[in-house]
Antibody, heavy 117, light 106 residues
Framework: QVRLQESGPGLVKPSETLSLTCSVSGYSITSGFYWGWIRQPPGKGLEWIGSISHSGAAYYNASLKSRLTISVDTSRNEFSLMLTSVTAADTAVYFC??????????WGQGTTVTVSS | SYQLTQPPSLSVYPGQTATITCSGDKLGEKYASWYQQKPGQSPVLVIYQDTKRPSGIPERFSGSNSGNTATLTIGGTQGMDEADYYCQAWDRTTVAFGGGTKLTVL
């Protein structure tokens, strides 16, 4: 069974960088598929952040692209998210998920990130 | 960016059929998927590639996609189906989610 687990700080100060990691178990990232990040602000809907392949080919949400970097570490079987210059609007639950056959079929439990001083 | 539009809410009585729509430009030419999300939980895939059900999803969940509209149908809705439902599509290099529909089982 594929399992994903998000980790990272739950509180980030405005203007600083949000960094999260998704650890994958039960499946090797190098075996294929894309791996993505999705977020959900409090009381709102899902927003795709971006996705990356095991080789590092990445697709980003255009609205976040200037602040966003998604990377993959195949030796650790994990992938990461960095979002710079955060504001309160970046406060959300952040999910990582496997993207295959045009869908997110396995999801992490999500991690809450609050942007506040 | 590609936009998907869903009705914000839908209410049905137990046993009735719930139909949730998702509209997008030429959506029928893309694969549509649907996710169910209950409060405090991660989304769960219930329909993919327009009509397919993942293992473990009840048969009462079905989907269709044609023209500009994809539809999720829940036949014989049960109380456990009360949740938020999101459609999703892949357009070129972009993933789009609909705004979500809150399904209330009265």
């Amino acid at each position: 069974q594929v399992r994903l687990q998000e980790s990272g700080p739950g509180l980030v100060k405005p203007s600083e960088t949000l960094s999260l990691t998704c650890s994958v178990s039960g499946y090797s990232i190098t075996s294929g598929f894309y791996w993505g990040w999705i977020r959900q602000p409090p009381g709102k809907g899902l927003e795709w952040i971006g996705s990356i392949s095991h080789s590092g080919a990445a697709y980003y949400n255009a609205s976040l692209k200037s602040r966003l970097t998604i990377s993959v570490d195949t030796s650790r079987n994990e992938f990461s998210l960095m979002l710079t210059s955060v504001t309160a609007a970046d406060t959300a639950v952040y999910f990582c998920a496997r993207f295959g056959e045009f869908v997110f079929d396995f999801w992490g439990q999500g991690t809450t990130v609050t942007v506040s001083s | 960016s590609y936009q998907l539009t869903q009705p914000p809410s839908l209410s049905v009585y137990p046993g009735q059929t719930a139909t949730i729509t998702c509209s997008g430009d030429k959506l029928g030419e893309k694969y549509a998927s649907w996710y169910q999300q209950k409060p405090g939980q991660s989304p769960v895939l219930v329909i993919y590639q327009d009509t397919k059900r993942p293992s473990g999803i009840p048969e009462r969940f079905s989907g269709s996609n044609s023209g500009n509209t994809a539809t999720l149908t829940i036949g014989g809705t049960q109380g456990m189906d009360e949740a938020d439902y999101y459609c999703q599509a892949w357009d070129r290099t972009t993933v789009a989610f609909g705004g979500g529909t809150k399904l209330t089982v009265l």
